[in-house]
């Protein structure tokens, strides 16, 4: 069983940055492709980033693109989402997922295990 805790959520105003964290338990975890979702209140969970289990590939939602970076470290089971230049429009739930795909997918119903999610509210 996957189990996958995020951090690093918290206040912050527009045009700064945060540095959301994913740690993930089980070593097999480092084969996943890991992915990081978001989900406002009142509207439907919205993907934001996937990396492979390599980090070869990464793949970006339109609306963060330029401005958020995935990356993961594999000898410590973590997966990182790097925001800068936040927008109001970016204050939601973050949650972490990961997918035994091989394939990098934005699709929330093909990932398998899901964090429960960290807090990013950003002041105009």
């Known amino acids: 069983q996957v189990q996958l805790v995020e951090s690093g959520g918290g206040l912050v105003q527009a045009g700064g940055s945060l540095r959301l964290s994913c740690a993930a338990s089980?070593?097999?975890?480092?084969?996943?492709?890991m992915g990081w979702f978001r989900q406002a209140p009142g509207k439907e969970r919205e993907f934001v980033a996937a990396?492979?289990?390599?980090?070869?590939?990464?793949y970006c939602a339109d609306s963060v693109k330029g401005r958020f970076t995935i990356s993961r470290d594999n000898a410590k089971y973590t997966v990182y989402l790097q925001m800068n230049s936040l927008k109001p429009e970016d204050t939601a739930i973050y949650y972490c997922?990961?997918?035994?795909?091989?394939?990098?997918?934005?699709?929330?119903?093909?990932?398998?295990?899901w964090g429960r999610g960290t807090q990013v509210t950003v002041s105009s």
């Open positions: 089980g070593r097999t975890v480092s084969s996943y492709t």
């Open positions: 990396i492979r289990w390599d980090a070869a590939t990464t």
């Open positions: 997922a990961a997918t035994t795909s091989m394939v990098l997918t934005s699709s929330h119903s093909r990932y398998n295990y």
